[in-house]
């Protein structure tokens, strides 16, 4: 039995990683280490209690300590590191948690893995580090990072910790940058669920600025798919962009959603803008097409119907989080653009 850890897997994309794991890799047991924050979920779990190839050990990152005590407990061989904060407009509102668990999270992590002798480490990245494009070009993995928020600042700094642990002391990371996921279980302060969740409530969608900000969409399962190419194909030292080939301004994508929940466009809301907000990602995802044997396969319009039906299936669930602490992150972010005169309605 071969052990791996994943971080992160209370969350979005890793708690789908989780399950596709399980079922892809029959001869892996997964040791799933989660500090779980506001973001994580052990309810998404609950049915794998008991699994005899899924363990749940809560840490925290950023305690070297409790990371040393999970290695300690499980002979781990394969590492997939997927938790960090990955809120934007969090990061903005407060930067310095940022840094305590991305970059010195990321570091605990290397150290104790690279002292336990770790065989391969997947470090899970972001198209954010590259910083913004104009109208034309793409990301590719060597265009140089510029990051322009406090979120892809520490993601950019934890990917530098990664390239530092394979070039001195030849670490087994590769690394890899994929662009905006979506899918069931992606919790509803990113555009996406956001978006759905305040329009079955029949709540005023808030688009920041002129909603012209172009993001590339990808499923969560085809970004699973890339993660475990990279993770047993990848090459030490070398970086993996994925991306969906689905470019579309922000505004195309919520009137999208507001087409197939049958609601109208005056629910729409133009707020001010996200300070510093990067126009424009586009990645450039060919090498991992011909080095990983990857490419994306889930058609947008299809996905995101899924998606819609997946949140109005799981209305309970954004309910609970709506109701409880998140509330008052939502006013915080939005009290002032949505109350009258807070933004600018057009
Ligand atoms: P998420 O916020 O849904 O989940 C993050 C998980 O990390 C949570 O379960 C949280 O409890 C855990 N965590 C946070 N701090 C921790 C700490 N100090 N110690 C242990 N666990 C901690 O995030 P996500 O959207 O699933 O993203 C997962 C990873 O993928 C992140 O590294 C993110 O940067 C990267 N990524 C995300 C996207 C996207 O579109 N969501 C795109 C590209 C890359
Ligand atoms: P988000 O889901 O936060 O992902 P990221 O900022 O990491 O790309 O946002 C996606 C896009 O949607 C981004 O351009 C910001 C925009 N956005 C809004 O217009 N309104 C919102 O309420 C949110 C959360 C995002």
């Given at each position: 039995m071969t052990h791996v850890l994943i971080t992160g897997g209370a969350g979005f994309i890793g708690a789908n990683l989780v399950r596709r794991l399980l079922s892809a890799r029959p001869d892996w047991k997964?040791?799933?280490?989660?500090?779980?924050?506001?973001?994580?979920?052990?309810?998404?779990?609950?049915?794998?209690?008991?699994?005899?190839?899924?363990?749940?050990?809560?840490a925290d990152l950023a305690e070297r300590a409790q990371v040393d005590a999970v290695f300690e407990r499980h002979p781990i061989e394969l590492v997939a590191h997927l938790a960090a904060e990955s809120h934007v407009d969090r990061s903005i509102l407060e930067p310095?948690?940022?840094?305590?668990?991305?970059?010195?999270?990321?570091?605990?992590?290397?150290d104790v893995a690279r002292a336990r002798k770790v065989r391969r480490f997947l470090?899970?990245?972001t198209d954010e580090v590259y910083g913004t494009l104009g109208a034309t070009g793409k990301f590719s993995e060597s265009t140089p990072l510029a990051p322009n928020s406090p979120y892809s600042a520490s993601k950019?700094?934890?990917?530098?910790?990664?390239?530092?642990?394979?070039?001195?002391?030849?670490?087994?990371a590769v690394t890899s940058r994929c662009s905006n996921n979506y899918g069931p279980r992606q919790f509803p302060e990113k555009l996406i669920p956001l978006m759905i969740a305040n329009a079955l409530a029949d709540q005023p969608l808030p688009v920041y600025g002129d909603g012209q900000q172009v993001r590339?969409?990808?499923?969560?399962?085809?970004?699973c798919d890339g993660l475990l190419a990279a993770l047993e194909r990848g090459r030490p030292g070398e970086v993996y962009n994925f991306g969906g080939e689905c470019e579309?301004?922000?505004?195309?994508?919520?009137?999208?959603?507001?087409?197939?929940?049958?609601?109208?466009?005056?629910?729409?809301?133009?707020v001010a803008d996200r300070p510093g907000h990067d126009r424009r990602y586009a990645i450039d995802c060919e090498k991992a097409k011909a080095e990983l044997g990857w490419r994306p396969q889930r058609r947008f319009d299809e996905g995101l119907a899924a998606t819609v039906d997946w949140y109005r299936a799981h209305q309970e669930w954004v309910a609970r989080i709506r109701s409880g602490a998140y509330r008052d992150y939502y006013d915080r972010q939005y009290g002032g653009r949505l109350s009258p005169g807070g933004g600018a309605p057009r």
């Open positions: 997964l040791v799933n280490l989660d500090l779980l924050t506001y973001a994580g979920d052990l309810s998404w779990l609950a049915d794998l209690e008991g699994h005899p190839r899924h363990v749940f050990e809560r310095a948690i940022f840094v305590r668990s991305n970059v010195l999270g990321t570091q605990n992590l290397l470090h899970v990245s950019a700094a934890s990917d530098l910790l990664v390239r530092a642990a394979f070039h001195t002391f030849g670490f087994p590339d969409w990808i499923h969560v399962d085809d970004h579309l301004p922000n505004l195309t994508v919520v009137r999208t959603l507001l087409r197939i929940l049958g609601k109208d466009e005056r629910l729409i809301r133009y």
